[in-house]
Each structure stands twice: as C-alpha cells, then as structure tokens.
C-alpha cells in the first residue's frame, strides 16, 4: 500500500513557476508508475503527466509538453512536477496517483492510490 501526500501548491501569476512534491510511504513506492491529475472547477479530472518506476519512461497531456516536467527519487520516495510558464488555464487542484501498470498511463483509474490535492491557481 502506498500513501501521498502533495505540497507546494499555490498563487502565482501568469508565465511563473511552481514546483508539486508528492511524499510517498509505503514499500511498494519504487515500484509503483507516478502520475499527476489535475481537476479544474466544474471539469473533470485530467491526466497531466506519469512516470514509470525507473524514471526512463515519461509520458505528458499535449497541454502540458514543454511546460511541465515530472521526476522521482525512489531514493527519497518522492516525486516531482516542475511547471514552468504556468497559464491561468492551468487552475486546479492537482492530484498525484500511484499505479502498477508497466507503462506510464493516461487512465486514472489504472491508479490505485491518490493524494489529497493541492491548489494552484494562476492569475492573469
């Protein structure tokens, strides 16, 4: 079983930054594909982007390719979505997930277990 908890959500404006950790327990974490869902107001959950367990294989929503980079430390059980030139389209509440399918997935529920969420929201 594996429990996630994500952080550094929060306000920023247009064409900034921000960087999600999600801190993982449990001793399936190394073996588990990360990803990262997002659920904006009144739309439903979408995928943004997914790693596999060696961090060789990534995979990217086309909204976000260029923009946002996913990573992992097994090492330090976590991982990361870095979002560069961040647009206000991008508000949500950002989801981390963990799975066991041997390729990153674009499925939410090929994912087991989830995070609580943490906000973004970007202003214009």
């Known amino acids: 079983q594996v429990q996630l908890v994500e952080s550094g959500g929060g306000l920023v404006q247009a064409g900034g930054s921000l960087r999600l950790s999600c801190a993982a327990s449990g001793r399936s974490f190394s073996r588990s594909v990360m990803g990262w869902f997002r659920q904006a107001t009144g739309k439903e959950r979408e995928f943004v982007a997914a790693?596999?367990?060696?961090?060789?294989?990534?995979r990217y929503a086309t909204s976000v390719k260029g923009r946002f980079t996913i990573s992992r430390d097994n090492a330090k059980n976590t991982a990361n979505l870095r979002m560069n030139s961040l647009k206000p389209e991008d508000t949500a509440v950002y989801y981390c997930a963990a799975g066991t399918t041997v390729v990153p997935s674009n499925v939410a529920r090929d994912y087991d277990y989830w995070g609580q969420g943490t906000q973004v929201t970007v202003s214009s």
């Open positions: 790693i596999s367990w060696s961090g060789g294989s990534l």
